[in-house]
């Protein structure tokens, strides 16, 4: 694959996660079996747990591809784990419009991206998981508290 042969790890990772996402969009992933099989694709993929990915969409929009939510500071989220738009310039470099977000496949991948690029500063933990969302301490470790949360209600906590 193209992003194994690109030296910069960091870029490895977002040229693949792009790739990923692309093809994913491009195969027309868009049944729900399809859905199902992104997120332990995306999650094997980025080398992040495919239950923590659905806990973050159900979390996120109870699984709503199609969900969009403007936020006070005049951003917005879209797709099932609600992308927020601060990170489009960066996936339009690398083709992913953010009109691709709302297919669900691409989001999980762009999620299992942004999830890895989390693990890779805070390792595989809960901050890293509660960094998904925001990295300010107390809305990080509550956000890693809610997707706990979903998971201990699916009985996955362990």
């Known amino acids: 694959m193209i992003a194994s042969s ?4 960091r870029l490895a990772a977002r040229l693949g996660a792009a790739l990923a996402a692309v093809a994913c969009l491009l195969t027309g992933a868009n049944s ?6 992104c997120f332990a694709r995306a999650g094997a993929y980025q ?4 239950l923590v990915l659905r806990a973050i969409a159900w979390y996120e929009s109870k699984g709503n591809p199609n969900a969009v939510h403007r936020n006070a500071d ?3 989220d879209v ?14 470099r690398y083709g992913v419009p953010p009109g691709a977000l709302k297919d669900a496949c691409v989001n999980t991948y762009v999620a299992a991206w942004m999830l890895k690029q989390k693990m ?15 990295e300010t301490p107390s809305l990080r ?6 997707i706990h949360a979903v998971l201990a ?5 362990k």
């Open 74 to 76: 005049g951003s917005i």
């Open 32 to 37: 729900a079996r399809a859905d199902e099989d």
């Open 153 to 157: 209600s699916w009985g996955m906590d």
């Open 6 to 9: 690109v030296r910069n790890p």
């Open 120 to 134: 890779i500063r805070y390792g595989n933990t809960w901050h890293a998981i509660g960094a998904y969302h925001s």
């Open 141 to 146: 470790d509550g956000y890693a508290r809610s």
């Open 47 to 50: 080398g992040v747990n495919p």
């Open 79 to 92: 797709g099932q784990a609600q992308i927020n738009s601060v990170h489009f310039a960066e996936l339009r």
